[in-house]
């Protein structure tokens, strides 16, 4: 069997890398999950381009068991202003893998939209590339059936700064805005659109 390939993507403000230990964890969870052994991965500011050293930068680190790969480039969020839902009631995405063929195949499905919002089993995951956070008037609720436990989702609630619950492709309209959260994506960001804009 061909040796999986993982990927975890950091934020990097001005040289400092955010909320390291969550990303710290979840390879290190990998690793023994699939290698029966730790990883620690040292990373600094030296290591960092020195154009790369100010603003908004992502930290791309692909890894396996005997290979680790970091790369870095300037980040610029991405604009979504309609979301197409789409089932897949098999897929597995519970660690970031590096072959994303088979989201790739749902993103196909858009039209004409900007991303996908993937339903399993009738109920609400992620997109083809962030958590999703759901707002009422009563707070912010990420869905527990997400597909990957993605670690600005863990930050938030662990800070209370949101809530998990059981949100099914039926209960959207109980909702009147969708945040995308990701390592790179934070709520402040506004990277949201109206649940009207979910077709």
Request: net charge negative; glycine share 4%.
């Amino acid at each position: 069997m061909k040796e999986p390939y993982f990927i975890e993507t950091i934020k990097v403000i001005d040289g400092k890398f955010l909320n390291l230990p969550y990303h710290m964890d979840r390879m290190n969870h990998t690793m023994i999950s699939f290698f029966n052994t730790s990883m620690f991965v040292e990373l600094w500011i030296g290591d960092i381009p020195p154009e790369l050293r100010i603003g908004v930068v992502k930290c791309r680190i692909v890894y396996s068991y005997c290979s680790v790969r970091v790369e870095y480039e300037r980040y610029n969020l991405r604009e979504i202003k309609r979301l197409k839902l789409v089932t897949d009631n098999t897929l597995d995405y519970s660690f970031k893998y590096k072959d994303r063929e088979r989201i790739n195949s749902l993103l196909d499905q858009r039209q004409d939209c900007d991303d996908i919002l993937i339903v399993k089993n009738g109920f609400i995951t992620d997109t083809s590339f962030s958590n999703v956070v759901f707002q009422n008037e009563y707070g912010l609720y990420t869905p527990s059936s997400y597909l990957l436990a993605g670690t600005k989702r863990r930050k938030l609630l662990e800070t209370g700064a949101i809530k998990e619950t059981e949100i099914r492709k039926d209960d959207i309209s109980n909702y009147f805005k969708l945040y995308l959260i990701n390592a790179m994506i934070d709520i402040e960001d506004h990277i949201s659109i109206d649940i009207s804009s979910i077709s």
